[in-house]
């Protein structure tokens, strides 16, 4: 994975997420190449359907965090305005932050399927 590369594909500030691991490269490559597996957009996605506000709460907030841990700043934004979000409002934060995410994991599956070629 060239985290530089990637970097510039999902919206990542690669300076500051490199600040953010005390100018560990791999420690960030580690974190990039675990996010997919991280974030549960499918129980995400199960808790907005249900209207499970307190689950989509919950789980809006660890995609921020996670996103703030390797400087995914509209991903993060995205998960904010849905943890924050409420009644009608939810479904429309979702569905910003579900394209978004499609987004970036698409291009971190097709990164890590070049590197195994």
Same mark, same amino acid.
């Given at each position: ?5 990637? $970097?510039? #594909? @999902?919206?990542?500030?690669? %300076? ?6 005390? !100018? ?35 789980? $809006?907030? #660890? @995609?921020?965090?996670?996103? %703030? ?6 991903? !993060? ?35 890590? $399927?070049?590197?195994?070629?």
């Amino acid at each position: 994975m060239n985290i530089k590369s990637i $970097a510039g #594909k @999902i919206g990542m500030d690669y %300076e500051e997420a490199l600040e953010y691991y005390g !100018g560990d490269v791999t420690l960030l490559k580690n974190r990039l190449e675990t996010l997919v597996d991280d974030v549960d957009f499918p129980g995400l996605r199960k808790a907005v359907e249900d209207k499970d506000e307190e689950s989509t709460r919950i789980r $809006a907030h #660890k @995609i921020r965090k996670l996103s %703030e841990k390797v400087c995914l700043k509209e991903l !993060g934004r995205l998960a904010d305005n849905l943890e924050n979000a409420k009644g009608l409002k939810e479904m429309h934060a979702f569905l910003a932050l579900e394209k978004e995410w499609l987004r970036i994991e698409k291009a971190l599956v097709e990164d890590k $399927a070049k590197s195994v070629e």
